[in-house]
């Protein structure tokens, strides 16, 4: 009985705590790798009511995480380069997607198959400093699966 009544507690606990969330995370995903392949790229949409900042990302399928921009150079070739944080504005969906900014798994611990599922941390900062973390799965897809909103051909 007494078991009982911490379970149902716990319970609460979880519920309120999930109900309090600052910010929603949509669409998770991480690309696909072949074996050897030694990083991958994770993709997401974050929405927040107040603005906040992603500021460092964890999968335990990786040994680090970095948060990437996609930039032209003088050269006039694109390439990525890793941010200290991307700015979520409030009220507007800020896309993490191929070609743009995006999350890049390092050091993978494991080859991503196509099907199988992860998670994503996010720490996000809001004005004052704070940080929440929230916990995603994500949905492994092949390399060259679409997105799952655009039209198929
Ligand atoms: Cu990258």
């Known amino acids: 009985m007494r078991g009982f009544f911490l379970l149902l507690t716990?319970?609460?606990?979880?519920?309120?705590?999930?109900?309090?969330?600052?910010?929603?995370v949509m669409e998770a995903w991480v690309r696909a790798t072949v074996a050897g392949q030694q990083s991958t790229?994770?993709?997401?949409?974050l929405q927040s009511a107040v603005p906040l900042k992603l500021v460092e990302v964890r999968s335990p399928l990786a040994a680090a995480a970095e948060i990437h921009e996609m930039r032209v150079d003088d050269d006039g070739v694109m390439r990525m380069r890793a941010v200290s944080w991307l700015n979520v504005p409030a009220g507007k969906a800020t896309q993490l997607k191929p070609g743009g900014y995006h999350i890049m798994l390092l050091e993978l611990k494991a080859q991503a198959k196509a099907g199988e599922r992860t998670t994503l941390t996010l720490v996000l900062e809001d004005a004052a400093r704070q940080r929440q973390e929230i916990e995603v799965i994500a949905e492994i897809r092949a390399l060259n699966a679409p997105p799952r909103h655009m039209p198929q051909q």
């Open 10 to 24: 716990l319970l609460f606990l979880q519920t309120a705590w999930a109900q309090t969330p600052q910010a929603q």
């Open 41 to 45: 790229g994770a993709f997401l949409t």
